[in-house]
């Protein structure tokens, strides 16, 4: 069974940087678009970010381009989510889910991803 893992997760002044991971377990990363989605407390899901298999398509939600980067070491069964400048708007579980079907680009739209990890609380205040 397709395991996913998310780490990084932590309390950060607003303006500050995190990393999150998204490490896989009893399969090949290599094979699946990687996803990221979030979701804040009583509000709904929000698409985040996505790569492609080989990491050669990236997307990155347009309210969040040029503080959010994503990218994946498939050596290491990893995909990252960088994120800097973070504000309060920020806080929220990020979760990162598997899709076995796109193969050269990535499809935000979460019902394309078939498994997800359990998610990495990240919260944004002084």
């Known amino acids: 069974q397709l395991q996913l893992v998310e780490s990084g997760g932590d309390l950060v002044q607003p303006g500050g940087s995190l990393r999150l991971s998204c490490a896989a377990s009893?399969?090949?990363?290599?094979?699946?678009?990687i996803g990221w989605f979030r979701q804040a407390p009583g509000k709904g899901r929000e698409d985040v970010s996505c790569i492609s298999r080989s990491g050669g398509y990236t997307y990155i939600a347009d309210s969040l381009k040029g503080r959010f980067t994503i990218s994946r070491d498939n050596a290491k069964n990893t995909v990252y989510l960088q994120m800097n400048s973070l504000e309060p708007e920020d806080t929220a579980i990020y979760y990162c889910a598997a899709d076995p079907i796109s193969q050269w680009t990535c499809y935000i739209d979460a019902d394309g991803y078939s498994d997800w990890g359990q998610g990495t609380q990240v919260t944004v205040s002084s």
């Open positions: 009893g399969f090949t990363l290599a094979t699946y678009a």
